[in-house]
């Protein structure tokens, strides 16, 4: 091979860089992988400054610049004249996009022109393994989906199959489904407060919102045995009773949430930073929620007035006094106040429920659904047989559909659920709040620049296991 370029060598002396001994610059053989005859290998080359040869230009300068990607620079046929627009990732693996969700954000200079949600990393399958589990263990696949409130995805599940069983819940075990799935809208909302401070730049508040949902978690441990992910609320009723002391918990997270509260509020509300980055940011209508199907706190700080809670009561909610919050704006200022609000109407109906809580079972007494007491497995060979059927084969459940929706932190969690007559739903499929609010980014970061997309994005607490499923 011929020597290195003058211009290696000069630049390997201006540096001060020794040549190796002689004999490290004789030619070598190589075996080249895939191939039958050896290869040599050239002189070695001094590893200066990696700069291109004076001669090379054209494709291979293009190439180094990274003007050779088809994503990177879009035709002038596609934007306007004298307009160049770039196109970039955010994610998968960004924290700020609270799970592995990707935008493709198509730039002009600052601006965001178009956004791309790309969706699909965290795919599980839950839905198509619902066929595969009895409906007693529905609810342990179910729960997974979304993380943040798993107690909402377990009663829509359990309210779809009593549906199909035509089976009633006893008062006690109505009450304690409205206290634990109110209490896990405090807590989810508590996560998004303190995420959304912090993506905004206001990092206390991740330490804040952490610190004042712990006492939340700790009583659904106790309840249920874990902090999420609880297999608590089963088709029949709840796995067990709300423990002894249950009440000093509730009067405990009573009185300290909204201690946390005010403290975000002295902290946000009239923050002037906080306002720039939230006020007439990430806007979408009232026509632009209908038409995208996004529900919850994102539709009604649009000024939207909808709640399942209202519209269409389960679980006894009716009886219980409490109010909607609505915006004005759509913006993420909008989103804020709304969830705040959202915080303090949870607290009324967690209080009165506790107030209110009657006596009795917390499951139905029909026992085709559920297992005979514990006590009975010792005395009765009957109960004994009973109880491993229910926890083997499962209870069969007549043949016919239902959709079932409850009011999540995230909006409408629908599951629309087939039996074919077995143990076992023939088709399950989830009607996902943050699958529908997710896909109204387009439309919320169109013309916006990309400083206000971690803000938008934030506000709309996504749930990716719940996109993904």
Known sequence: MSNPPDIVTGELEATGVERPPAGALEERELWLSGTEAAAGMGRWTGEGPQEMAPGDAGIALAGQMGSLVDDDYIGEERVPTGAETQIINMGPQHPATHGVLRLNLELDGETIRRVKPVIGYLHTGMEKTAETLTYAQGSTNVTRMDYLSPFHNELAFSLAVEQLLGVEMPPRA?????????????????????????????????LYGFRDREPILDFFEKTTGLRMNHNYIRPG???????????????????????????????????????????????????????????????RAAGVAWDLRKAF?????????????????????DRYLVRMAEMRQSLRIVAQAAERMP???????????????????????????????IFTEGFKVPEGEVYQAVESPRGELGMYLVSAGGSKPWRLHVRAPSFANVQAL????????????????ASLDPVLGDVDR
């Open 237 to 299: 009723g709840v796995a067990a009773d709300l423990p002894d002391g249950w009440e000093e918990d509730v009067a405990g997270i009573l009185a300290g949430v909204p201690k946390g509260l005010a403290d975000y509020e002295t902290l946000l509300t009239e923050n002037p930073i906080f306002l720039d980055r939230t006020q007439g940011v990430g806007v979408i209508t009232p026509a632009e929620c209908k038409a995208l199907g996004v529900t919850g706190a994102n539709a």
């Open 174 to 206: 109505k009450a304690i489904r409205i206290l634990m799935t109110e209490l896990n809208r405090i807590a989810s909302h508590l996560v998004w407060v303190a995420t959304q401070g912090m993506d905004v730049g206001a990092l206390s508040m991740m």
């Open 313 to 333: 009561p389960y679980s006894g909610i009716e009886e219980y006094d409490f109010e909607v919050p609505t915006g004005i704006h759509g913006d993420v200022y």
């Open 442 to 457: 387009p439309v919320m970061l169109a013309d916006s620049l990309i400083a206000d997309t971690i803000a938008t994005l």
């Open 359 to 389: 006596p009795g079972d917390y499951r139905t007494d029909d026992r085709k659904v559920t297992p005979p007491p514990r006590a009975r497995l010792d005395q009765s060979m009957e109960a004994l047989i009973h109880h491993f059927k």
